[in-house]
């Protein structure tokens, strides 16, 4: 059967890159940290994923980079099972997941700069694009005066400005940022997240945890709700 004409172009091109199936992670005995969670988000979505501290979300954004293993469930990632591809998979991962840890995970013995390059330089390119790009993306999140300081010199939200610079330079399929502007002031917060949504536009499937209101209001993008391990809500 042909498909009809009058079908929305959104409906023939959705493609999932994020797919749970009746997920749950147990960390202690009865505590349920994911609960029986599924739902698919497709290529180019930028998603809000919700809840109250506690909820599941960084445990959540945790299983979909191989951190931890689900207890049950399946997880697909871009056609691949996250769970399958464990150890295979960190390659794979380095090449399109820039992720945005809610504690940064800076190396604090190497400067911004190094801090940033060393995620193209596991990528093996050439020393001067590496450099362009670094040195671009540094620039774009505010911090292109610092890059030859130690993280332990800059503030926490410029730390992590330098986490959000070194998730963006490999300009990936997926950004995964828990809680990117936490540390960060009303107008800078509004930058960074502009900078998501440019990287959105580029292509790039968003998905941005965060308890802040101020953005859930402002930002009316599809959101996941968490509440104790539960996805009970989905704004779509
Ligand atoms: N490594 C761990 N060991 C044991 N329990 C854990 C571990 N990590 C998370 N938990 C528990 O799982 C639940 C969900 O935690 P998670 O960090 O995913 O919440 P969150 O929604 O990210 O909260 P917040 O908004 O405070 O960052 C919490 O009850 C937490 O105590
Ligand atoms: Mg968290």
């Keep these: 059967m042909t498909t009809p004409l009058s079908e929305p172009a959104r409906l023939r091109t959705a493609e999932p890159i994020i797919q749970l199936f009746h997920v749950s992670k147990v960390y202690a005995q009865e505590h349920r940290a994911l609960d029986d969670v599924s739902l698919r988000i497709d ?30 469930g399946q997880i697909v990632v871009s056609d691949v099972s996250v769970h399958r ?52 993306v540094l620039h774009q999140v ?37 809680e990117p502007t936490g540390n960060l002031d009303p107008a800078l917060t509004i930058d960074i997240l502009n900078l998501f949504l440019d990287t959105n536009i580029r292509g790039t499937t968003v998905v941005l945890a965060t308890h802040d209101e101020a953005i859930l209001r402002r930002y009316r993008q599809r959101t996941l709700t968490l509440e104790g391990g539960r996805l009970v809500e989905d704004s779509r």
Excluded: W
């Excluded at 998979?89 to 380095?94: A, D, G, I, M, N």
């Excluded at 700069?113 to 694009?129: I, K, S, Y």
């Excluded at 610092?146 to 986490?163: D, F, I, N, T």
């Design 142 to 178: 505010g911090l292109g005066t610092k890059l030859h300081l130690l993280p332990g010199r800059l503030s926490g939200g410029e730390q992590q400005r330098v986490a959000i610079a070194r998730a963006l330079v490999i300009e990936p399929a997926i950004l995964l940022a828990d």
């Design 43 to 72: 290529k180019g979505e930028f998603v809000l994923l919700a809840g109250p501290s506690g909820a599941g979300k960084s445990t959540l954004l945790k299983l979909l980079v191989c951190a931890e293993p689900p207890t049950s």
């Design 85 to 136: 591809m464990r150890r295979a998979s960190v390659p794979y991962l380095r090449r399109n997941i820039g992720v945005v840890f809610q504690d940064f995970k800076l190396l604090y013995r190497r400067p911004v700069f190094d801090n940033v390059a060393f995620a193209l330089e596991v990528l093996g390119l050439p020393r001067a694009e590496i450099r362009r790009r670094v040195t671009r």
